[in-house]
C-alpha cells in the first residue's frame, strides 16, 4: 500500500488528506476508488480510527482510498463555526471531482462512502455527482444533525456539542437540503450499514434511506453502536464494505 498526502482548493480553503493505493496502481494500470466522508466533528481518520482502519481494509481489497478533512475540521483550513452541511457538500463535490482526475484513478469506477453526517452529505453529493459515482455506501448515516443543533440554539442560545460549536447557517442550510430525496435521485447501486443499538442515530433512518434506494442493500450490524467500537462489530462494518466495493473492480 501506498499513502500519499493531498491537498485541493474548495471554496477558497485548502482541504488536507490522504490518498491510499493498493500495490500495483499507477498511470498505466488505474484502479477504482472510494472517497470516504467523515462525520460531524470528525476527522478523515474518525474516532477510534475507523475510517482509517476502514481505508486499509478497502486498499487492501485493490481499490484506492480517498480521505480529506472538511473545511472547517481536522488538518484542512477554515473555522468550524462556519460548517454547515451545504459546505460539507461543496467540499464533497470538490473531493470526488479531484478524485476521478487523479492518474492513478479509473474515473469510471468511482464510489462514495459517508459515516453519520458524512453519510447525509455523501447522499446529496451522489444526487449532484451521479454521473460519476458507480458505488455508494452510507454507514450509520445521519438525516437530523440540523434538527438537534435547532432544539439545542431554542433552548440555550447556542449549538454546541461538546467544545464544538456551529453557527445558525447550520441549521439553515440543513432544512436545505433533503438527503433521502437525493438517495433516491442518485438510485444507483447502494449499500447501507446500521448498528441496532447507534444511539446517536436512530437506527430506523437506515430504513429510510433503504425505501429510497431500492436497489440497496441494507446490513445490520446487531449490538454496534455509532462506532463499531468493539473488533466483532468492525469486522462486521469493513467484511460488508469489502464485499460492496468488490463490484467496482468488476
Do not use: N
Request: one cysteine or more.
Amino acid at each position: 500500500m501506498h499513502k500519499r498526502y493531498v491537498e485541493l482548493e474548495s471554496r477558497g480553503l485548502v482541504l488536507r488528506g490522504y490518498l491510499e493505493l493498493p500495490e500495483g496502481a499507477s498511470p498505466e494500470a488505474p484502479v477504482p476508488l472510494l472517497v470516504m466522508f467523515h462525520g460531524f466533528g470528525g476527522t478523515l481518520s474518525e474516532k477510534h480510527f475507523l475510517l482509517s482502519r476502514l481505508s486499509r481494509r478497502v486498499v487492501e481489497a485493490g481499490v484506492a482510498t480517498l480521505r480529506l478533512d472538511f473545511g472547517g475540521s481536522g488538518e484542512s483550513d477554515g473555522d468550524f463555526f462556519d460548517v454547515t452541511p451545504l459546505t460539507e457538500v461543496l467540499d464533497g463535490q470538490a473531493i470526488v471531482e479531484f478524485g476521478c482526475g487523479l492518474p492513478e484513478v479509473d474515473p469510471e469506477r468511482v464510489g462514495l462512502l459517508g459515516f453519520s453526517l458524512g453519510g447525509f452529505v455523501a447522499a446529496c453529493v451522489a444526487a449532484r455527482e451521479t454521473a460519476r459515482l458507480s458505488l455508494l455506501v452510507l454507514v450509520s448515516a445521519a438525516t437530523g444533525t440540523h434538527l438537534k443543533m435547532e432544539r439545542l440554539l431554542k433552548e440555550t442560545g447556542h449549538a454546541r456539542r461538546g467544545a464544538l460549536e456551529v453557527g445558525e447557517a447550520f441549521v439553515r442550510d440543513g432544512h436545505a437540503l433533503d438527503p433521502i430525496a437525493s438517495a433516491a435521485f442518485y438510485g444507483g447501486p447502494a449499500l447501507i450499514v446500521q448498528g441496532t443499538s447507534d444511539a446517536a442515530v436512530p437506527p430506523e433512518t437506515a430504513g429510510r434511506y433503504h425505501d429510497a434506494l431500492p436497489g440497496s442493500r441494507l446490513v445490520w450490524v446487531d449490538g454496534a453502536d455509532h462506532a463499531y467500537d468493539a473488533p466483532e462489530l468492525f469486522e462486521d462494518l469493513a467484511a460488508a464494505v469489502t464485499r460492496a466495493v468488490s463490484r467496482l473492480r468488476d
